[in-house]
């Protein structure tokens, strides 16, 4: 990842502070900075101390501004503040460890963009000056004694002091007196450290993007003809968009003993969603599994879960829970059955899936807040649509845009199908997922709590 014209890379800039949604209860704030730790958990056995610190810094960011700031965290249980002021002590604690080694590398990459952003010029000259001696001979000098570059400014203390946690002891606010709202309903995330499930390695080259029709991908999903008194129902809702998915193939890489400094940059965290790799043959079980419900037009919904492996993630576990439905709505039952499932086999939540017996391929409003509820824990939560009486796109896979649609969702106070206003930065409330690939070498096992 390059970093804009004029901008040093700073590794506090992927830790911002967020601002607390009481909407969602404290419980799922409390999990999530489990979850953080969960993944701070892989990238160090894996070694990779700029992602580490990364998710370290978000951590203490979430535990010492976020989370004191929720309405039901002064009448939280006691233990449950104890745990996380002990969890963030310690990661304060690696973060100074690791301080110095990020700043290395940190360096060295902007040293490398620097050289990098250097223009060349070689077919334009400098201005020069000439002059003539007695003897006739000419001498010229160049109107530049040294070569002119261009540098990247580094981060100020400013900048550095406002998002480093290393500068001073974190200060815990008082927050205000306890409120629970339950809204919206969400499948809790929270992995435990390890998953015995061992994904694909990640192919190197990604290609054949499909645009228009999905029948090639998603083979096994047979159109169910609803009842006649039914017809094809578009709730108030953004357009449908489509969505393109793209499949891995396997490539193989010129080996070289000699080092490639342009790898520095490769390994560099990035602001866009960690790849997701998934099987396209999950869907088609879904569609199977759902096949009572769609012929009888009710709505069926399912959790995705996974691993991560390599800074990708990978969908191993559809889950079915107990869950009760209408032509245009489905509520799980007994969440907690869903988290020891997940907690079980040590896996992260990577989104969900559900169906429109009805409808077209779309997100409606209702869909939209619950999705918000899963993105704002995990940037890459994925939801998606299978709607096998849509001719034009029987599946779908989105995501809120951010910061647009997010930010429209979290002011956001309406119940029900309602519309939405205009994204501030113009963007469109949702859109089609970038960071998803269809690997047939992925594989999945189902888990059915109904």
Request: glycine share 4%.
């Amino acid at each position: 990842m390059a970093p804009a014209d004029g901008d040093a890379f700073s590794v506090e800039a992927f830790a911002p502070r967020r601002r607390v949604d009481h909407r969602l209860s404290l419980k799922i704030y409390f999990r999530t900075a489990d979850n953080i730790l969960k993944q701070a958990s892989v990238y160090r056995r894996e070694a990779n101390t700029l992602e580490l610190y990364v998710l370290l810094l978000r951590y203490a960011s979430l535990v010492s501004e976020t989370i004191p700031d929720h309405r039901q965290y002064l009448g939280s249980n006691h233990l449950d503040k104890l745990h996380l002021k002990r969890k963030l002590v310690e990661a304060l604690q690696e973060l100074e460890t690791l301080k110095p080694d990020v700043q290395s590398l940190v360096r060295a990459r902007n040293q490398l963009a620097t050289r990098q952003a250097i223009p060349v010029r070689q077919e334009k000259q400098q201005p020069v000056l000439s002059s003539q001696d007695n003897n006739g001979n000419v001498y010229k000098a160049s109107l530049f004694e040294n070569k002119l570059s261009w540098r990247l400014p580094t981060p100020s203390a400013e900048t550095i002091a406002r998002h480093s946690f290393l500068v001073s002891k974190p200060h815990i606010s008082k927050p205000l007196e306890p409120f629970k709202i339950q809204y919206p309903c969400l499948f809790d995330p929270a992995p435990p450290e390890a998953n015995s499930v061992t994904p694909p390695t990640q192919p190197e080259a990604l290609e054949a993007v499909l645009d228009q029709k999905d029948e090639d991908v998603v083979t096994l999903l047979q159109p169910v003809e609803p009842p006649s008194q039914f017809d094809l129902v578009n709730q108030l809702s953004p357009p449908p968009v489509s969505v393109p998915v793209e499949m891995s193939q396997e490539s193989c890489s010129p080996v070289s003993n000699e080092p490639d400094l342009s790898l520095e940059i490769d390994a560099l965290p990035s602001k866009e969603p960690k790849h997701l790799h998934m099987s396209s043959s999950l869907m088609n079980e879904f569609m199977r599994m759902a096949k009572s419900n769609t012929s009888k037009n009710i709505e069926t919904c399912g959790v995705l879960a996974g691993s991560l492996e390599g800074g990708n993630f990978f969908v191993t576990a559809l889950i079915i829970p107990k869950q009760q439905a209408t032509a245009n709505t489905c509520e799980t039952i007994d969440e907690e059955e869903i988290f020891f499932a997940q907690d079980k086999r040590g896996l992260f939540q990577l989104g969900w899936i559900h169906t429109h017996p009805t409808q077209s391929c779309f997100m409606s409003s209702v869909d939209v807040h619950t999705h918000y509820s899963y993105q704002v824990m995990l940037p890459e939560a994925i939801a998606i649509v299978m709607a096998p009486q849509d001719a034009s796109k029987n599946f779908g896979i989105f995501r809120l845009s951010d910061p647009g649609g997010m930010n429209v969702i979290q002011q956001c106070s309406k119940r029900g199908f309602h519309g939405h206003d205009p994204t501030s930065d113009g963007t469109a409330l949702y859109h089609r997922t970038s960071h998803v690939y269809l690997d047939p070498k992925v594989k999945f096992d189902v888990i059915d709590l109904r």
